[in-house]
């Protein structure tokens, strides 16, 4: 199976033998992968009933429950890793399940689509809502909730009391850019975090 290129990334930030807990895990491609190649044990979180099928057609063990309510149910530092991949962005209650990750496990993994992108910010000043490649549906079918800049979510991470251990600021392709760059928060399409509670 071949995994998306940000997901790739993510997987090669979990320790092999992790105890892994992915929400939003659409599919489960994150965790079929990290099953079969690093020997890690996890669960997968999603909501939509296809694609927890799905993930169950790749043996992956999911449970059907909504992150913005029902994150209590998991017991404190249960996992080594929580994944947040592609997901902040759709939640109703980002600052109070970024909140739950901090209390499950040690180690967390969030990757975000940069809203400040300087193609995006173009976009508004001519009237337009942000579309690319990290951003892909239009203003009136998008799942996304709410939009982050890199600079508010780093914020949002300071406030929450969460180290920021590696940024990864992506491409619009995809690609890892210099990891120092001053205007990571214009140029980068996306971006994955390593964070420690």
Sequence with gaps: MTLRPDLELVASLIPPGSRVLDLGCGSGALLSELMHSANCRGTGVEIDP???????????PVIELDIDAELDDFADHSYDVV???????????PYEV????????????????????????LRLLRGRMPMSRELPHAWYDTPNLRHT??????ELFVQLGLTIEQRIVLSPGGVPLK????????VAGAAVYGLRA
């Design 50 to 60: 296809d694609s927890v099928v799905e993930a169950i057609r790749l043996g992956v």
């Design 149 to 154: 800049t890199l600079v508010e979510l780093e």
């Design 83 to 93: 994944v947040l991949s592609r997901t902040v962005q759709t939640l109703h209650r």
């Design 98 to 121: 970024l909140q739950h990750m901090g209390r499950i496990a040690e180690r967390l993994i969030v990757s975000v689509p940069n809203f400040g992108y300087w193609r995006h910010r």
């Design 179 to 186: 990891s120092g760059d001053r205007l990571a928060h214009v």
